[in-house]
């Protein structure tokens, strides 16, 4: 009996905080890009990296709709780089789309992919998910790849690391693949 109390509480105590369960391993390959997202606007053609393809009844495609942008649709050709300087060479590109969904906050699912041909990286790294807005930090799934990253699989972390209003934000995207072939 007193073994079986032992047993329970090292279970207790070592049970993973803060709802996240630690990894049984170490990630094969650990990343780190910038995605830099520029939305039409109506005025910005020359800039814009993405733009709305749909909107809700009430909503149009050159501002986003209220509240909470819900129901827009934006496909995106954005730039991918090493650091944070949107003028920075980039290493590749995040070609997809996301669709806002929530009435009641600031929420969106991705679906999108990494493209790299570079002297680096060369094929795709696909992400899909849920990206609750509001949150510091974001959890996506990475559900495959190409060329080096053949049949990856992992998380990205995303945390949005600047904006500007409703037209420029960037995105910090660390990746861990726990499959890499």
Same mark, same amino acid.
């Given at each position: 009996m007193a073994i079986f109390f032992c047993l329970l509480i090292t279970a207790a105590t070592s049970a993973p905080r803060g709802g996240r369960k630690p990894h049984p391993r170490p990630p094969c390959q650990q990343l780190v890009f910038y995605?830099?997202?520029?939305?039409?606007?109506?005025h910005n053609y020359e800039n814009a990296t993405s733009a709305i393809i749909g909107s809700p009844q009430w909503g149009n495609k050159t501002t986003v709709a209220t509240p909470y942008n819900f129901g827009d649709l934006v496909a995106f050709d954005n730039h991918i780089t090493l650091d944070n300087?949107?003028?920075?060479p980039p290493?590749?590109? /995040?070609? *997809?789309?996301?669709?806002y969904d929530q009435k009641s906050t600031y929420g969106a699912w991705l679906s999108f992919s990494f493209l790299f041909n570079s002297t680096d990286y060369v094929g795709t790294l696909n992400f899909v998910g849920a990206d609750p807005l509001m949150n510091k930090t974001r959890d996506i799934s990475v559900v495959g790849?190409?060329?080096?990253?053949?049949? /990856?699989? *992992?998380?990205?972390?995303?945390?949005?690391d600047s904006f500007e209003g409703d037209v420029y934000f960037r995105l910090r995207v660390e990746i861990n693949l726990y499959e890499c072939w």
């Open positions: 995605f830099h997202d520029i939305l039409y606007n109506g300087n949107l003028h920075s290493v590749g590109r /995040a070609q *997809g789309m996301y669709l790849g190409t060329g080096d990253f053949f049949m /990856a699989r *992992g998380v990205a972390t995303l945390s949005t």
